[in-house]
C-alpha cells in the first residue's frame, strides 16, 4: 500500500466507462487514487491520461500490470479479455475490481478464482447497482412481507447502439444484449428470489454476426418463482424492476443506473394508491468503489465473492444454449 489507508489505482484501457463513471468514482472515494492508465498504444495512454489528470500512462497492458506502485486495477476491457487480464493481474499481485460480465462463461470465473486465489488477492464483478442502498431496501421490504410472498419478477433493460463498431457487437469481443445488459436484469432476479433458477428458456433476435441484439427470457424457480427480462441494443433506454406477490407488488424505475438523483420504490396494493417509498440518492459507482477498496485494506472479504459471479455466468450459458436451440427449456448447472 502506498499513504497509509490509500489504494492506488491502474486503469486497463482508455475505456468509456472508465473516464465516465468509474475513474470519477476512484477519485470520489476516500482512499482511492488513480495513478496509471494503459492503452494498447502509447499516443492514446498519454492524451487520456492528460485529460483525466492521471499521473502517469503505459503504452501497454502489461507495462501497467508492472508497475510496483499500483495496488489495485480497475478491468474494463472487452468482455472476452476479462478473464486473460484478470489473472494477469492477479499473477501481478494486483487486486481487480472487473467489469461485468466477470468473464464469458462460468468456467472461465472458476479459472479467475483459482488465479485470484493463488495470489492472495481480491477481486469483484463490478455490477455497482447492487451497492445502491435501494436494493437493500426492496430486499427489507419483501422480508417484512410487505407484498405477501414472492411469486413473479420482470426485469428489463433496454438501449440502442448506434455505430456499428461498438464492442457489443462483435461476437469474437463477447458481444450481445444478454453479455452486455440482461446479466442485469439475471443478476437482480437472482439477488431478490435469493437462490438459482432450475431451468430458463430464452428467445433471441440476432444479428448476421450471429450476436443477440434482442432477446427476452424466463427463469424458473423453484416453488413456481417465474422471473421474466427482456435486452435489448436496439431499443429505447429502458431499466425496470418489478417484483409481484400474493399480497401486492413492488416496482423500482431505473433499477440498474438511476444517476445520483433521490430514488424511489413504488409499493401497489390492488387499485389502492401506490405508496411511495424514498431514499437519498447517491453515486452507486463511487459506494462500490469504496467497498472495495476497504476490503483491500482491512482484509475483509468482499460483498459479491467469485461464485457469485459464476452463478451468474451459469444462468446466461444456460439463457444462450436455449436461445440457439430456438428456445428450448434448458437446466442450469448447479455449482459443483
Ligand atoms: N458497470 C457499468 O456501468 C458499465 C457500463 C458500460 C460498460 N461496462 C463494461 O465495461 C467494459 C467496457 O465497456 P465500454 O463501453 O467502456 O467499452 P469501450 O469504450 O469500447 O472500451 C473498451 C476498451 O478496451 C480496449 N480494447 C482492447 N482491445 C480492444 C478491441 N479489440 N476492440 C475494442 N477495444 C479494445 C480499448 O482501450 P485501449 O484502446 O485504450 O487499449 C477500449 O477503449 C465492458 O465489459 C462492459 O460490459 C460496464
Known amino acids: 500500500m502506498g499513504e497509509k489507508g490509500t489504494v492506488r489505482w491502474g486503469i486497463l ?3 468509456n466507462i472508465g473516464r465516465a463513471a468509474v475513474i470519477p468514482a476512484i477519485k470520489e472515494s476516500s482512499t482511492g487514487h488513480v495513478i496509471a492508465v494503459a492503452s494498447r498504444t502509447d499516443a492514446a495512454a498519454k492524451e487520456f491520461a492528460s485529460a483525466n489528470g492521471i499521473p502517469r500512462s503505459y503504452g501497454s497492458y502489461q507495462q501497467l500490470l508492472e508497475d510496483e506502485q499500483i495496488d489495485a486495477v480497475y478491468n474494463p476491457l472487452p468482455n472476452s479479455m476479462h478473464r486473460e487480464w484478470t489473472i494477469r493481474a492477479a499473477e501481478a499481485g494486483k487486486h481487480v475490481l472487473c467489469e461485468k460480465p466477470l468473464a464469458l462463461n462460468a468456467a472461465e470465473c472458476d ?3 483459482a488465479a485470484a486465489a493463488a495470489a492472495g488477492i481480491i477481486c469483484m464483478e ?3 447497482y447492487r451497492f ?4 437493500d431496501r426492496v430486499l427489507q421490504l419483501l422480508d417484512q412481507g410487505v407484498i405477501g410472498e414472492i411469486r413473479a419478477l420482470y426485469s428489463a433493460f433496454t438501449f440502442k447502439i ?3 463498431d461498438n464492442i457489443r457487437l462483435d461476437p469474437e469481443l463477447g458481444g450481445g444484449s444478454l453479455m452486455d445488459v440482461g446479466c442485469y436484469c439475471v443478476n437482480v432476479c437472482r439477488t431478490v428470489v435469493g437462490g ?3 431451468e430458463v428458456q430464452a428467445y433471441a433476435q440476432w444479428t448476421d454476426r450471429g450476436v443477440d441484439e434482442q432477446m427476452a427470457g424466463m427463469l424458473r424457480f423453484a416453488d413456481g418463482i417465474t422471473a421474466q427480462f427482456d435486452s435489448a441494443l436496439t431499443m429505447e433506454r429502458r431499466e425496470c424492476l418489478h417484483v409481484a406477490g400474493t399480497e401486492g407488488h413492488l416496482e423500482v424505475p431505473r ?3 438511476p444517476g445520483t438523483e433521490d430514488v424511489t420504490i413504488e409499493e401497489f396494493h390492488g387499485r389502492e394508491e401506490a405508496k411511495t417509498h424514498a431514499l437519498a440518492g447517491l453515486n452507486e459507482y463511487t459506494a462500490m468503489v469504496e467497498h472495495f477498496s476497504d476490503c483491500i485494506l482491512t482484509g475483509n472479504r468482499v460483498r459479491y465473492p467469485f461464485s457469485e459471479a459464476s452463478s451468474n455466468m451459469r444462468v446466461i450459458e444456460a439463457l444462450y444454449r436455449s436461445a440457439r436451440n430456438g428456445g428450448t427449456i434448458e437446466a442450469v448447472e448447479p455449482i459443483s
Not at 132 to 135: A, D, K, L, T, V
Open 13 to 15: 484501457s482508455t475505456a
Open 111 to 113: 479459472e479467475m478464482a
Open 126 to 128: 463490478a455490477f455497482m
Open 132 to 135: 445502491h442502498p435501494r436494493i
Open 162 to 164: 448506434t455505430s456499428s
Open 196 to 198: 438459482e433458477p432450475l
Open 255 to 257: 433499477v440498474f443506473i
